[in-house]
């Protein structure tokens, strides 16, 4: 298996996904957009994976990858490749497949639970989620589910939390993916929206407890292996 991953922000890496692929032997290559890097063509791997950052979904003005971006993502679906969005990564996914990304009545961010959406409880993935986890959320913005597309989680902050198209393509609005010191980059880069607020922690709150990122680890490796195989 080949994997291709597209990162927006020095800060927006795999996280612990790195190693779930490299206990497997599994080949990773990047494309770091904010550096300049080429995009690649669905020939080159078998699983895309398109990563967070704070610009929006419909930015293609400010950030000349962009559109390249969203033409590889549709064209990597169409092609039947397995695509796994984070966060904006799960935005593009959505703006690709004809859903609009509009900003969320409120930003969630910090540690909140998920639970499955009525189709959900009947979804490989969906299930994966039914006692409600607390999972680590960091966006302003929301997808709609596309028109096709299964919406599998939601939470109390905002409705639309993961989608799947097909069995090919899975959206996922939260961060399974950062591990602590990934999150400490992430405060560390965009502080200005930890602002209080009902859906948003403090750092202290966010970074405190370890075991939560061990148990976000855990159920990553479930969606992987329910995702990839």
């Known amino acids: 298996m080949r994997v291709h991953y597209l990162s927006h922000v020095p800060f927006e890496q795999l996280g612990a996904m790195e190693d779930w692929f490299q206990e497997r032997d599994i080949s990773i290559r990047q494309s770091l957009l ?4 080429a995009l690649p063509t669905p020939a080159d791997f078998d699983v895309l994976v398109v990563m967070g950052g704070p610009m929006g979904a419909d930015d293609d003005s400010r950030f000349p990858w962009m559109s390249a971006e969203k033409a590889l993502i549709r064209e990597s679906i169409a092609a039947g490749k397995k695509v796994l969005g984070i966060c904006l990564g799960a935005q593009l996914i959505a703006r690709v497949l004809g859903a609009p990304v509009t900003a969320n009545p409120e930003k969630e961010i910090g540690w909140f639970p998920v ?26 913005d929301t997808f709609a589910i596309p028109d096709g597309a299964v919406h599998l989680l939601e939470s109390e902050g905002c409705r639309n939390q993961a989608f799947r198209y097909g069995d090919n393509v899975l959206a996922l609005q939260f961060h399974l993916e950062l591990e602590s010191g990934n999150a400490e980059a992430l405060c560390d880069a965009c502080p200005e929206d930890l602002t209080p607020d009902r859906w948003v922690e403090s750092r202290d709150d966010l970074l405190g407890d370890p075991q939560r990122f061990s ?13 990839l195989g």
């Open 34 to 37: 904010f550096a300049g890097d």
């Open 115 to 140: 639970y499955p959406s009525p189709a959900g409880k009947n979804d490989s993935i969906g299930k994966l989620f039914a006692g409600a986890p607390a999972v680590l959320h960091w966006h302003g």
């Open 215 to 227: 148990a976000s680890k855990a159920l990553l490796g479930r969606v992987l292996n329910a995702f």
